[in-house]
């Protein structure tokens, strides 16, 4: 089976702080993807890579950078945490090739306080 | 943009009765559909996918056909049980382009909650 593994289940961090969230996959995906979900707005893309050192920005990058030196490896970082970041985040994978479905991890529940 | 809006919720049911979501979504060219789940407390599965217009996805008594007609992609399910409480998302990925591989547009997500 696929694992998507994102390294916190729930974090609490105050404002301003510099937050890393890691997830490793083990398929060997091309593709990682970092989104932003909350209640009435679905899920948004934060940012996503198809390669190692590659990374797109998605439709609401602000606030955030990621990094992915491995590619098993995608981090997400928010650079000077803020309230308005409390939030669920989830990481995913997928394939490189058309109609592939994306894996999920668990998530991890953010809280700025 | 590409864009999903399905049904707000929450649904509510008994156990046993009919359920169906509705998903439409508006998109140039030829999206991939998508129904996912999340359970509580849990991240997202995928439940069905259809990669074309009339092909139907199933799994788990749950159904959804690619209306391109109708754009469209409500998902079904006959008799529902207490397990398929959850959130379910529509979603599609846009195949145009290379570098639209693997990006998901959401729908909002729609809470289904069933009663014994």
């Known amino acids: 089976d696929v694992k998507v593994t994102q390294s916190s289940r729930y974090l609490v961090k105050r404002t301003g702080e510099k937050v890393f969230l890691e997830c490793v996959q083990d398929?060997?995906?091309?593709?990682m993807f970092w989104y932003r979900q909350d209640p009435g707005l679905g899920l948004r893309l934060i940012y996503f890579s198809y390669d190692v050192k590659m990374k797109e920005k998605g439709d609401i990058p602000e606030g955030y950078s990621v990094s992915r030196e491995k590619k098993e490896r995608f981090s997400l970082i928010l650079e000077s945490a803020s309230t308005s970041q409390t939030s669920m985040y989830l990481c995913?994978?997928?394939?490189?090739?058309?109609?592939?479905?994306?894996?999920f991890g668990q998530g991890t529940r953010l809280t700025v306080v | 943009g590409d864009s999903v809006t399905q049904m707000e919720g929450p649904v509510t049911l008994s156990e046993e009765a009919f359920l169906t979501i509705n998903c439409t979504y508006t998109a140039t060219g030829y999206p991939s559909l998508f129904w996912y789940v999340q359970y509580p407390g849990e991240g997202l599965q995928l439940l069905l996918k259809a990669t074309k217009a009339d092909d139907k996805g199933s799994n788990k008594g749950f159904e959804a056909t690619y209306r391109k007609e109708t754009t469209s992609f409500h998902l079904e399910k006959g008799s529902v049980q207490v397990s398929d409480s959850a959130v379910y998302f529509c979603?599609?990925?846009?195949?145009?382009?290379?570098?639209?591989?693997?990006?998901?547009?959401f729908g909002a997500g729609t809470q289904v909650v069933v009663t014994p």
């Open positions: 398929m060997d995906h091309e593709n």
């Open positions: 979603a599609l990925s846009d195949t145009r382009t290379t570098d639209s591989w693997g990006k998901l547009q």
């Open positions: 995913a994978s997928s394939p490189f090739r058309l109609t592939s479905e994306a894996f």
